[in-house]
């Protein structure tokens, strides 16, 4: 089966066409390293294939051969709606980038479900206020890890599916209703169910906000970890990104001696503008 695109031209190409289908890859980075640009990247790139060709070459170029589009987009946040994401996406590249891809991408916010049990105020996630049956009905959504699962399983198949983050779930930890347990079983059951939709689905998470412990587990129930760093020199800092482990992409790079990747944020969103091999 043809490659999913990560939507990062270069490194598609370095790695002959992207993510083999059927697979979970963790973006695991530091705060601000990239790992949250390289998803808006993603997210939007692979939409602006079918949504507009001509900025797709223009911004991407030609797909690999190996390659192929997913059939649809999906972008699934626990704490943000369309409006904040689309923003966000237009600080990291260019708004006609975003202005032709937001149309080819399906957000499903989950913030309902997600802030539903907690102290927060109900206007805060919610755009009108509640009415006294709204009121009375507090109980009517799911909690979020079903709602995560149903919606995942009614769009995931052959689709690239953005998950922002699983940093929100872990830390609901806390609460006396979710433990560490379930979000290690729902990161495992993904594993599983994302060899049978045949798709691509990336995963977000800060590696500031776990420990070493959690992290370890999530890269155990992910296929590939591709970890976002920031390096110092002298006086200026860089953003690197690494492939801590991805089966079936990362043999591609060891045959290149490729052991890091130098990474720059410009108007066509997360790039590689320079690889490290060893000497």
Excluded at 81 to 100: C, F, H, K, L, Q
Excluded at 170 to 187: I, N, R
Aim: aromatic content about 10%; hydrophobic content about 40%.
């Amino acid at each position: 089966m043809p490659s999913l695109p990560f939507g990062v031209a270069r490194l598609d190409s370095i790695v002959e066409g992207g993510a083999p289908p059927g697979n979970v890859v963790l973006l695991a980075g530091e705060s601000g390293a990239g790992a949250r640009e390289f998803l808006y990247t993603s997210a939007a790139m692979n939409a602006l294939g079918r949504a507009d060709a001509e900025l797709f070459d223009l911004y991407y170029g030609d797909l690999p051969n190996d390659a192929a589009l997913p059939d649809e987009v999906h972008y699934i946040s626990f704490t943000a709606d369309t409006d904040a994401i689309t923003r966000e996406m237009g600080y990291t590249m260019a708004d006609e980038i975003v202005d032709a891809a937001i149309d080819g991408i399906d957000f499903q916010d989950l913030s309902a479900e997600y802030f539903q049990l907690s102290p927060i105020p109900r206007d805060w996630y919610e755009d009108e206020t509640a009415s006294i049956t709204e009121l009375g009905d507090r109980g009517e959504y799911e909690d979020v890890l079903t709602a995560f699962g149903d919606y995942l399983s009614a769009h995931a198949d052959d689709s690239l599916v953005c998950i922002d983050s699983v940093t929100d779930l872990v830390s609901m930890v806390d609460d006396d209703d979710t433990e560490w347990s379930d979000v290690a079983m729902v990161m495992k059951g993904l594993k599983k169910a994302a060899y049978e939709w045949g798709g691509l689905i990336l995963v977000l998470v800060n590696t500031d906000s776990i420990s070493d412990r959690e992290f370890g587990a999530l890269m155990d129930a992910a296929g590939g970890t591709l970890q976002f760093t920031w390096e110092s020199g002298g006086s200026q800092r860089a953003r690197t990104m690494f492939v801590r482990e991805f089966r079936g992409v990362l043999s591609r790079l060891e045959s290149e001696n490729i052991v890091r990747f130098e990474t720059e944020i410009h108007e066509g969103g997360f790039d590689i503008s320079d690889v490290r091999k060893i000497r």
